[in-house]
């Protein structure tokens, strides 16, 4: 069982920038994808980055509404994925999840909730004035 810690919500001006981390109980080996999804009241939890590494390097995936705007990056030292939101705006308001999949995800299904084992207990963005 993988646990994962988040950090790094709370109250943004728009405009502003974010960094959120997840960190994961174990270090983990071979093939790993992990992804931030994000969910706001009365809508369904919606993609918003991951990242897929097998050894050294990843690659990153970003949903259509974040792109250009968020990167996804590890940093393997303190095995830890970092979300970096710039220009944040009142729509980007939720609750952040992280999550993991042991294993690969295809690109395909990478933006799917189901395609991930493992969820934290998420962190509230609020974008306000």
């Known amino acids: 069982q993988v646990q994962l810690a988040e950090a790094g919500g709370g109250l943004v001006q728009p405009g502003g920038s974010l960094s959120l981390s997840c960190a994961p109980s174990?270090?983990?080996?071979?093939?790993?994808?992990m992804g931030w999804f994000r969910q706001s009241p009365g809508k369904e939890r919606e993609f918003v980055a991951a990242?897929?590494?097998?050894?050294?390097?990843?690659?990153?995936f970003y949903g259509d509404s974040v792109k250009g705007r968020v990167t996804i990056s590890r940093d393997y030292a303190k095995n830890t994925v970092w979300l970096q939101m710039n220009s944040l705006n009142a729509e980007d308001s939720a609750v952040y999840y992280c999550?993991?999949?042991?294993?690969?995800?295809?690109?395909?299904?990478?933006?799917?909730?189901?395609?991930?084992?493992?969820w934290g207990q998420g962190t509230q963005v609020t974008v306000s004035s």
């Open positions: 999550a993991v999949r042991l294993g690969g995800v295809i690109q395909s299904q990478i933006w799917r909730s189901e395609s991930y084992d493992y």
């Open positions: 174990e270090r983990t080996s071979g093939t790993v994808t």
């Open positions: 990242i897929r590494w097998s050894g050294g390097g990843g690659n990153q």
